[in-house]
C-alpha cells in the first residue's frame, strides 16, 4: 500500500516520537505511516478522515490511529490566516518500539488488542479523557526511563477502556497507488474548499480528471460510498459546528452550510448524525 507513504523518525535518544505541532494543515493530505499515532488537539477544528469514517474534530479530541491507516486532518480554512493558531500534542511509535516479541508475552495481551482495533481508529472519549489527556502532557514532560513508563501508562489505560469508539467500518481497506492516493486528495481538497456552495458532477469529475459517469463509479470503488454522501457528511458536519457555537438558526445554518432545500436538510442531518438538528444541539448543551 502506497498512500502518501511518510517516514517518522524518532531520533536517538527515544524509541518513539512525541511533539506539539504548531502548524495548521501540516499534513493536510490523505496520508500513512506505519507508526501508529496517538493525538490531543488542544486548539482548532476541522473535518477528520480515518480510513472511510468522517467527521469533525475539535479541541479536546483525542485520537489514536493505526499502522498504515489512512488518515487526513484539515482544519477549518478561517485558521490560515489566524493569529490564535490550533496545536496539538503528537505521539508516534512503532508496534515493536519495545522490541521484537514483547507484544506475545502475557502481561501485555491488551496491548496487542489495542493495535489491533486501532487499525479502525479509535476515538477517546467519556470519563477516561481527562486522565489520558494528564498522561499525554506528562509523557511530553518526561525524559528518559520516566517519559517510556509515561507512555505505557498511557497505551495501558486506553488498552483497558471497555468497548471503544471504532471509526473506520470492519471491511475498510484501501491498496492504491500513489496516483490514485493523489487523485483522492485532489478530490478532497476541493470538496472542503467548496462544500458550502453548489457543486456540479462534472466540476468535481474534472477535477479527477474523468467524466462524470465514470466518476461516480471511480469513487464510490475507491471509498465505499458515493460523492454524494461524502459531500453530505462533509456539510452535516460543518452544520454541526455551527449549531454548538450558535451561529444563526437552524434555516439559515441549513443554507450557510450548503444545503439548498431546508426539508432535505433535515432528513440527511438524521440520517447522518442519528438526530435532528434541535435533537443533536439539546443533547450537546446536556452534556
Given at each position: 500500500?502506497?498512500?502518501?507513504?511518510?517516514?517518522?523518525h524518532?531520533?536517538?535518544?527515544?524509541?518513539?516520537q512525541i511533539?506539539k505541532?504548531?502548524?495548521?494543515?501540516?499534513?493536510?493530505?490523505?496520508h500513512?505511516?506505519?507508526?501508529?499515532?496517538?493525538?490531543h488537539f488542544?486548539?482548532?477544528?476541522?473535518?477528520?478522515f480515518?480510513g472511510?469514517?468522517?467527521?469533525r474534530f475539535?479541541?479536546?479530541?483525542?485520537v489514536?490511529?493505526?499502522?498504515n491507516?489512512?488518515?487526513y486532518?484539515?482544519y477549518d480554512?478561517?485558521?490560515d490566516?489566524s493569529?490564535?493558531?490550533p496545536?496539538s500534542?503528537?505521539?508516534?511509535?512503532?508496534e515493536?518500539f519495545?522490541?521484537?516479541?514483547?507484544?506475545?508475552?502475557p502481561?501485555f495481551?491488551l496491548f496487542?488488542?489495542l493495535?489491533?482495533?486501532?487499525?479502525?481508529?479509535?476515538?477517546?472519549?467519556?470519563?477516561?479523557?481527562?486522565v489520558?489527556?494528564n498522561l499525554?502532557?506528562?509523557?511530553?514532560?518526561?525524559t528518559?526511563?520516566?517519559?517510556?513508563?509515561?507512555?505505557?501508562?498511557?497505551?495501558?489505560?486506553i488498552?483497558?477502556?471497555?468497548?471503544?469508539?471504532?471509526?473506520?467500518?470492519?471491511?475498510?481497506?484501501?491498496?492504491?497507488?500513489?496516483?490514485?492516493?493523489?487523485?483522492?486528495?485532489n478530490?478532497?481538497?476541493y470538496?472542503?474548499?467548496?462544500f458550502?456552495n453548489?457543486i456540479?458532477?462534472d466540476?468535481?469529475?474534472?477535477?479527477?480528471?474523468?467524466?462524470?459517469?465514470?466518476f461516480?463509479r471511480?469513487?464510490?470503488?475507491?471509498?465505499g460510498?458515493?460523492y454524494?454522501q461524502?459531500?453530505?457528511?462533509?456539510?452535516?458536519?460543518?452544520?454541526?459546528?455551527?449549531?454548538?457555537e450558535?451561529?444563526g438558526?437552524?434555516k439559515?445554518?441549513?443554507y450557510?452550510?450548503?444545503?439548498s432545500?431546508y426539508t432535505?436538510?433535515?432528513?440527511i442531518?438524521?440520517?447522518v448524525?442519528?438526530?435532528t438538528?434541535?435533537a443533536y444541539?439539546?443533547?450537546?448543551l446536556?452534556?
Open positions: 500500500m502506497k498512500i502518501e507513504q511518510i517516514v517518522l524518532a531520533g536517538y535518544a527515544s524509541s518513539f511533539r505541532e504548531l502548524k495548521a494543515n501540516i499534513n493536510n493530505r490523505w500513512c505511516h506505519k507508526e501508529l499515532e496517538l493525538i488542544h486548539q482548532g477544528s476541522g473535518t477528520q480515518i472511510d469514517h468522517i467527521q475539535k479541541p479536546g479530541d483525542i489514536l490511529v493505526g499502522s491507516l489512512p488518515h486532518w484539515r480554512l478561517e485558521y490566516e493569529n490564535e493558531q496545536y500534542t503528537v505521539i508516534h511509535f512503532h515493536n519495545l522490541g521484537t516479541g514483547w507484544l506475545d508475552l502481561e495481551y496487542k488488542n493495535f489491533e482495533v486501532a487499525q479502525r481508529g479509535i476515538i477517546l472519549k467519556g470519563s477516561e479523557h481527562a489520558i489527556v499525554i502532557e506528562t509523557t511530553y514532560q518526561s528518559g526511563f520516566n517519559r517510556l513508563m509515561c507512555l505505557l501508562t498511557c497505551l495501558d489505560y488498552a483497558n477502556i471497555h468497548d471503544p469508539h471504532v471509526l473506520a467500518s470492519v471491511g475498510f481497506s484501501y491498496k492504491y497507488s500513489e496516483n490514485e492516493t493523489n487523485r483522492l486528495n478530490i478532497y481538497n470538496t472542503l474548499k467548496n458550502k453548489k456540479e458532477l466540476q468535481v469529475a474534472s477535477i479527477a480528471d474523468l467524466v462524470p459517469s465514470s461516480c471511480y469513487f464510490k470503488n475507491r471509498t460510498k458515493t454524494t461524502f459531500l453530505q457528511e462533509v456539510r452535516v458536519g460543518y452544520a454541526c459546528k455551527l449549531l454548538v450558535d451561529k438558526t437552524i439559515q445554518i441549513c450557510d452550510s450548503g444545503f432545500n432535505s436538510f433535515h432528513e442531518f438524521k440520517t448524525t442519528g438526530k438538528p434541535k444541539l439539546k443533547s450537546y446536556t452534556r
